[in-house]
């Protein structure tokens, strides 16, 4: 297993690691394969969408914020509640399928990570399956 850290700037984030795991693949030499990107993290996972037009990732935050506020109806005794809820939303991990060293996404797609409880020092757990 390979491992990637990702620094953050903000409470809530979503950062494109795109570039990073595209960098990964080609340094490892990964041909043809599946890639696991995996986020061991509890307030941040991973997710893929639009990166061409920044007002999507905007719209992302600005929405779950709406559907899960930072105040509410919580126990957790930490007050990341809502970073807790919306990471769940978001999922731990994505897979993506390799050829010829290439990420294969679509046009727009990029692959980020979404930090709910920033700014902080993400790590990222790689695992490439080759076929
Ligand atoms: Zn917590």
């Known amino acids: 297993m390979d491992s990637i850290s990702v620094k953050t700037g903000h409470r ?3 950062a494109d690691i795109t570039g990073l795991l595209q960098e990964h693949v080609r340094s490892k030499g990964l041909t043809s394969g599946v890639l696991t990107v995996f986020c061991p993290h509890t307030t941040a996972g991973i997710t893929i969408n639009e990166g061409a037009d920044p007002s999507v990732v905007r719209d992302i935050l600005v929405n779950l914020e709406k559907l899960v506020p930072r105040q509410g109806d919580y126990r957790h005794r930490e007050g990341n509640s809502d970073a807790h809820i919306k990471t769940s939303l978001i999922g731990p991990a994505v ?3 390799v ?5 294969m996404l679509g046009t727009w797609q990029k692959v980020f990570l979404a930090d709910f409880d920033g700014p902080r020092t993400r790590k990222v757990w790689l695992k490439f399956i080759s076929s």
């Open 95 to 97: 897979q993506i399928i």
């Open 12 to 14: 809530q984030e979503l």
């Open 99 to 103: 050829e010829e060293s290439r990420l």
